[in-house]
T-cell receptor
Framework: KNQVEQSPQSLIILEGKNCTLQ??????????LRWYKQDTGRGPVSLTI?????NTKSNGRYTATLDADTKQSSLHITASQLSDSASYIC???????????FGQGTELSVKP | GAGVSQSPSNKVTEKGKDVELRCDPI?????LYWYRQSLGQGLEFLIY????????KSGLPSDRFSAERTGGSVSTLTIQRTQQEDSAVYLC????????????????FGPGTRLLVL
């Protein structure tokens, strides 16, 4: 079983709509959680970083939440744009200096 | 400023041949990572270098895979006697360091090398 599970696997939404992507993890002890955006054919780019003491972090139209008790995180995208079409990857670091553990990603497609 | 660069961007090779993939990290970044991303799969950690410390090779899938980092900068990932299952995107990332807080640990990824083994 993966230590970082993301859902849904893929999602199609209409431009302008909101959506929420989920990430559940079992990694313990936990240091921080990141969301990356990976455009097709490109490397991942960091969107947000949250430590265990942070509940929410925003980056423009992207808002990430974290519940360290239930080991759940979500990424909310507001007023989606065509350029939001990408794979969104949840990444957890187990402890300070530990390896990153990657989820398999959610493939988001925003249609006009 | 310049980001992480990788070369070649695409590589097609015959089964059994050796390939070398190159990564130029961001200048000044002490940590360098190699990952493999297969179609529909998450990123798979391969190896990482931190300064002058011995590299963490725990993710290398077989002894056909090796990597080195010369002068604490450029890194080369070598795959010997390639197999079809080696076909994947190989991503390199660098970070300022691996401790000191999440922002210092943020990894900046290159565009990847797409390897196809026929």
């Amino acid at each position: 079983k993966n230590q970082v599970e993301q859902s849904p696997q893929s999602l199609i939404i209409l431009e302008g709509k909101n959506c929420t992507l989920q990430c559940n993890y079992t990694v313990s002890p936990f240091s921080n959680l990141r969301w990356y955006k990976q455009d097709t054919g490109r490397g991942p780019v960091s969107l947000t970083i949250m430590t265990f003491s942070e509940n929410t972090k925003s980056n423009g139209r992207y808002t990430a939440t974290l519940d360290a008790d239930t080991k759940q995180s979500s990424l909310h995208i507001t007023a989606s744009q065509l350029s939001d079409s990408a794979s969104y990857i949840c990444v957890v670091r187990g402890n300070q200096g530990g390896k990153l553990i990657f989820g398999q990603g959610t493939e988001l497609s925003v249609k006009p | 400023g310049a980001g992480v660069s990788q070369s070649p961007s695409n590589k097609v090779t015959e089964k059994g041949k050796d390939v070398e993939l190159r990564c130029d990290p961001i200048s000044g970044h002490t940590a360098l990572y190699w990952y493999r991303q297969s179609l529909g799969q998450g990123l798979e950690f391969l190896i990482y270098f931190q300064g002058n410390s011995a590299p963490d090779k725990s993710g290398l899938p077989s002894d056909r895979f090796s990597a080195e980092r010369t002068g604490g900068s450029v890194s080369t990932l070598t795959i010997q006697r390639t197999q079809q299952e080696d076909s994947a995107v190989y991503l390199c990332a660098s970070s300022p360091q691996t401790s000191g807080g999440p922002r210092q640990e943020t990894q900046y990824f290159g565009p990847g090398t797409r390897l196809l083994v026929l």
